[in-house]
C-alpha cells in the first residue's frame, strides 16, 4: 500500500540553526501539506503546496518557515533559525485531489530544540 | 469559536460502547473525518462523512451527524483495548486543509 514517508523520525537541533524536515508524498498526489502537533495538544496546519506553489498557509507559517519541491518527489520544510518552540511532531501529508479526498499522513517527524 | 472543540479523556470497559463527541464550526464543512493517533505513531484516517449525510457505519465504528448543531460524534461498538488511543475530529477548510480538534483520549479497561 502507498505511504507518505517523513525523515528523520526524530531530530535534535540546537536553537537558531536551519533544520529541514523532508517528506516522500504518494507519487501520483498533487496536493502536499505540512502540520504540526505540539505535545499534548492539537495538529495545526501549517501550509497547502500545490503546482509548485504554496496555495495557502496558516499564521503560523512566518518567514522562518519554508516549503520546497526540489525534485519532483520529496517535499520538503525547512525552519530558517529555530527556536525553542518550534520542538514539536511535523506530520506532512498528501492528497491525490484537493477539496474532499483522503488526506494520507506521514509517521511524522519528532523536532527537539534544544 | 473558530477551534473545533472535544473532551479530552474518555474511559470506558472492554466490550462497552464508546461514545466521542465534537463540535465543528464551519457550516460549509462538506467532509467531517475521524483520525486515530495511537502512541508514537502517525495520524490514521478511521472514517469520514459528507456533510449531506445524517449517519454512517462502517463495521464496529457509526458516525453521526447533526448538521444544524454542528455536533459530530464517533461511537466504537464493543471497545477492544487495541482501540485504546488518541481520536481527533477535523473538518475540511478551503484547499483540503484540515482543522483539528484537540483530541479525546480513549483508556479501555479490561
Known amino acids: 500500500e502507498p505511504e507518505v514517508t517523513q525523515t528523520p523520525s526524530h531530530q535534535v537541533t540546537q536553537m537558531g540553526q536551519e533544520v529541514i524536515l523532508r517528506c516522500v508524498p504518494i507519487?501520483?498526489?498533487?496536493?502536499f501539506y505540512w502540520y504540526r502537533q505540539i505535545l499534548g495538544q492539537k495538529v495545526e496546519f501549517l501550509v497547502s503546496?500545490?503546482?509548485?506553489?504554496?496555495?495557502?498557509k496558516s499564521e503560523i507559517f512566518d518567514d522562518q518557515f519554508s516549503v520546497e519541491r526540489p525534485d519532483g518527489s520529496n517535499f520538503t520544510l525547512k525552519i530558517r533559525s529555530t527556536k525553542l518552540e518550534d520542538s514539536a511532531m511535523y506530520f506532512c501529508?498528501?492528497?491525490?485531489?484537493?477539496?474532499?479526498?483522503?488526506?494520507?499522513f506521514g509517521q511524522g517527524t519528532r523536532l527537539t530544540v534544544v | 469559536g473558530e477551534d473545533v472543540e472535544q473532551s479530552l479523556f474518555l474511559s470506558v470497559r472492554e466490550g462497552d460502547s464508546s461514545v466521542i463527541n465534537c463540535t465543528y464550526t464551519d457550516s460549509s464543512s462538506t467532509y467531517l473525518y475521524w483520525y486515530k493517533q495511537e502512541p508514537g505513531a502517525g495520524l490514521q484516517l478511521l472514517t469520514y462523512i459528507f456533510s449531506n449525510m445524517d449517519m454512517k457505519q462502517d463495521q464496529r465504528l457509526t458516525v453521526l451527524l447533526n448538521k444544524k448543531d454542528k455536533h459530530l460524534s464517533l461511537r466504537i461498538a464493543d471497545t477492544q483495548t487495541g482501540d485504546s488511543a488518541i481520536y481527533f475530529c477535523a473538518e475540511n477548510r478551503s484547499q483540503g486543509n484540515l482543522i483539528f480538534g484537540k483530541g479525546t483520549k480513549l483508556s479501555v479497561k479490561p
Open positions: 503546496f500545490y503546482n509548485n506553489e504554496i496555495s495557502e
Open positions: 507519487s501520483n498526489h498533487l496536493y
Open positions: 501529508a498528501s492528497r491525490l485531489l484537493g477539496g474532499n479526498t483522503e488526506a494520507f
